[in-house]
């Protein structure tokens, strides 16, 4: 087995960098340097973390242009994208940075007046986190600045295909003055590595972004020594337009949760289903808009979708067209790819495909490609019998501008992200997360702090 991973530039195919593989033995030892850095970290009194935070997205963000020049080259996003992404990261560290002296407990009035009741708050362990690669940064900074923020130490194993990023900012936590027994990261295979996380006695908790049948191997795995789990998993998110859209709003947030970082996200639209009366209309507004994205390295100027991260990807969503068009699907702009299997490189242009029906692939799983099926339906309890009809619950869109549409359908969608005339709803500040088989816990806001605290209960006697 080779001891190095190699980091292409999925544009080009050129190597970009090779990171060496952790032996076991060095992944024993982190996991033990971080147990070891946990208990300094958790009794470091919480206004210095806080400060720590604050200066660990301060380097960062003085590096910002050369790290998002390192993003765009191991991910292929388009460089503007990458820059969003550095300052979308950072802005988790300084919520939670915020949050660190906000970690409250409480007391609850006792049974007995010779007795006194306290609750408080204790950071979990260390957490470790297993992260992809289309989000190299903020996947790794809403997992590790609530893990920090609550007195955690953390360790992480980005994607083999994105390690670059995530070193960078676990090396600038350092610079920042974070000790380096409180972040660490490790390189190797997700299922060398995932092993010895999960039967690890040092690691109380495990968190996750990826696809949904590893993070069923990681909850099961975790069973063994009873670890906490958080898990982000797949995604098959419906996008309605209701009879009454503004189709304006409606084409340009679908183009803004579709096409970012070429359909490769786990909350970007997967299916559009469009009223009967409008289906018309919104193909040709949306295939109007979408010649006008430019297809090409992320490195210049101007490009909007960008490559697609490797071959098992490109194979996946060329197979989910063709099934499609074999099984009757019309293609109202796409169907265009550009591969050169010899160099790695693989484009795809996007695509719209209309009279897509329930038996195709597309409509069953999750794409992640710049590819749009639209189906239609008739009444509002229909389209969410449509949208519901999938075991992912991760993120759902419509477009209404009736509030009882839109209440009804708030209140019927499965799904823990709803975006109501919003194709955009992550933020630092909210809680970011999936019902169903997309995943466990939230990550961001308030709730993302939870998973990474345990309550301890103190009853006092004799008072
Ligand atoms: P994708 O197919 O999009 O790469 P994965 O879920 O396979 O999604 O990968 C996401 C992350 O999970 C990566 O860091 C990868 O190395 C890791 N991974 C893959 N397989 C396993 C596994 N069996 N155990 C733990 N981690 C894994």
């Known amino acids: ?41 958790a009794n470091l009194d919480a206004h210095k973390r806080s400060n720590l935070l604050k200066q ?10 050369d790290i998002a020049e390192v993003m765009t080259l191991e991910n292929g996003k388009p460089l503007k994208e990458s820059l969003g992404e550095v300052d979308y990261a950072t802005s988790y560290i300084d919520w939670y940075a915020e949050e660190t002296v ?19 708050r204790q950071p979990v362990g260390l957490v470790a986190a297993i992260t992809p690669w289309n989000f190299p940064a903020a996947m790794m900074t809403r997992k590790a600045a609530p893990a920090l923020a609550a007195g955690c130490s953390f360790i992480i194993k980005p994607a083999e ?29 997700g299922t060398d590595v995932g092993p010895l996380f999960t039967a690890s006695n040092y690691v109380r908790k495990i968190t996750f972004t990826g696809s949904t049948p590893v993070g069923k191997t990681l909850i099961r795995d975790s069973a063994d020594t009873v670890k906490h789990v958080t898990m982000e998993l797949g995604g098959h998110a419906p996008l309605i337009v209701a009879a009454d859209a503004d189709l304006d709003i409606a084409v340009k947030q679908t183009i803004l949760s579709k096409f970012r970082n070429a359909g490769q996200t786990c909350i970007c639209a997967n299916r559009v289903i469009v009223h009967e009366s409008m289906v018309e209309s919104y193909t040709a507004k949306l295939t109007e808009a979408i010649k006008h994205l430019k297809v090409g390295n992320g490195l210049e100027k101007d490009t909007d979708v960008g490559p697609i991260i490797n071959e098992k990807g490109y194979d996946k969503i060329v197979s989910q067209v063709e099934d499609a068009i074999q099984k009757g699907a019309e293609v109202s702009i796409g169907n265009k790819f550009d591969a050169n299997f ?15 029906s329930e038996a195709m692939a597309i409509m069953q799983e999750e794409t992640f490609g710049p590819i749009l099926p639209i189906t239609s339906f008739s009444s509002i309890e229909e389209a969410v019998e449509i949208a519901n009809r999938t075991p992912y619950g991760l993120a759902a869109y419509f477009f209404t501008n009736d509030y009882r549409v839109g209440s009804y359908l708030h209140d ?52």
């Not at 544009?11 to 076991?24: C, D, L, Q, R, W």
């Open 56 to 65: 660990w997205s301060h380097v960062i963000q003085q590096h910002k242009q």
């Open 161 to 189: 295909e994105t390690p670059l990023t995530t070193m960078r900012f676990v090396d600038l936590a350092h610079e920042a003055g974070i000790p380096a027994d409180v972040i660490q990261y490790v390189n190797g295979y």
């Open 412 to 463: 019927h969608l499965d799904y823990g992200i709803i975006g109501w005339n919003d194709g955009a709803p992550s933020g630092a500040h909210v809680p970011f997360g999936g019902m169903k088989e997309s995943g466990i816990g939230r990550e961001g806001g308030l709730e993302g702090i939870e998973p990474y605290l345990e309550t301890k209960y103190l009853s006092i006697g004799n008072c």
């Open 102 to 120: 906000r970690i409250y407990g409480r007391t609850i009035p006792a049974s007995s007046d010779s007795k006194r009741i306290v609750i408080s």
């Open 1 to 41: 087995m080779s001891e190095k991973i190699q980091v292409w530039n999925p544009a080009t195919g050129e190597i970009v960098n090779e990171v060496k593989i952790n032996t076991k033995a060095e992944i024993d030892q982190a996991l033990e340097n971080g147990h070891r850095g946990f208990k300094a970290w």
């Open 342 to 356: 010899e160099n790695g490189t693989f484009f795809v242009y996007p695509t719209v495909l209309t009279h897509v």
